[in-house]
């Protein structure tokens, strides 16, 4: 942070869908150019980087063999995955709530050649027919935004095909007791959401998936890499060499 700039208004409150909805909207939107600016070498143009420790789905195919098949991305931002989706043979539909990164994932078609297709779309209400793919994904895109786990992964469950693949990416770093679901919130100077993002207990998760009909197959904690010296936000070499930032879900659709 600059001296220029004001520390953002926080609060913790309760925030429901829609104003959630909008404040993260017009966040992401905001935020696009600056965002891509700081990231956009790390996570590439048709790269899939899971999580900010840099495990990529070329290294550890935690969606197994996607040639021929319908995936889709939520929360695909830039689509720097789904790009990477597209080359490997798949069928490719990314969704995203900010128009402002899907410009971003437009240009991003143009200099690669890899056009999937970009939907703007809210992730608790997916406008996609039922049993349409086989897998879905996201690394750290939608999830911690959305006022409802609940929502979220029913809608995928739905259009997801009887044994379909959602694996996702959350963050378990901390701001707050980790007993706390109170979202992190900052407010403009009238009190309205500028930004939420929503805390959950790995529990949380586990029992959300369960109730929207996902069996968990794999609970994957990277390790920090040796010589992996960027720091993104709260994870870092020091934070990461003594306890995982990320986790990775791998479910299947009952």
Do not use: K
């Not at 790009?83 to 490997?88: D, E, G, N, S």
């Not at 991003?108 to 996609?128: I, Q, T």
């Amino acid at each position: 942070m600059t001296e220029q700039e004001t520390p953002p208004r926080v609060a913790h409150r309760t925030v429901a869908s829609a104003e959630a909805v909008a404040a993260n909207r017009a966040w992401w939107d905001a935020d696009a150019d600056a965002y891509l600016a700081e990231h956009g070498d790390f996570i590439g143009d048709a790269d899939f980087v899971w999580c900010p420790e840099g495990l990529t789905e070329d290294a550890a195919r935690l969606l197994g063999d996607v040639n021929s098949t319908d995936v889709l991305e939520v929360g695909c931002g830039s689509a720097p995955c789904a790009r990477w989706l597209l080359r490997h043979g798949a069928r490719v539909v990314g969704i995203d709530l900010s128009a402002g990164m899907l410009g971003h994932a437009v240009a991003a078609n143009a200099r690669s050649g890899l056009r999937p297709a970009l939907l703007r779309a809210n992730a608790e209400r997916l406008p996609l027919a039922s049993d349409s793919f086989n897998s879905a994904c996201s690394a750290f895109g939608a999830v911690p935004f959305a006022a409802s786990l609940d929502a979220v992964f029913g809608e995928v469950h739905r259009v997801l095909r009887p044994g379909g693949r959602w694996v996702f990416a959350a963050g378990l770093t901390v701001t707050q007791p980790y007993f706390d679901r109170t979202p992190y919130v900052e407010v403009d100077e009238t009190g309205t959401a500028s930004y939420v993002e929503y805390h959950r207990t790995l529990g949380d998760y586990v029992r959300a998936l369960r109730a929207a009909g996902f069996s968990l197959v794999d609970l994957i904690e990277p390790e920090w890499p040796a010589g992996h010296t960027r720091v993104w936000g709260q994870w870092s070499p020091l934070r990461g060499s003594l306890f995982p930032g990320t986790a990775i879900f791998c479910c299947r659709s009952d």
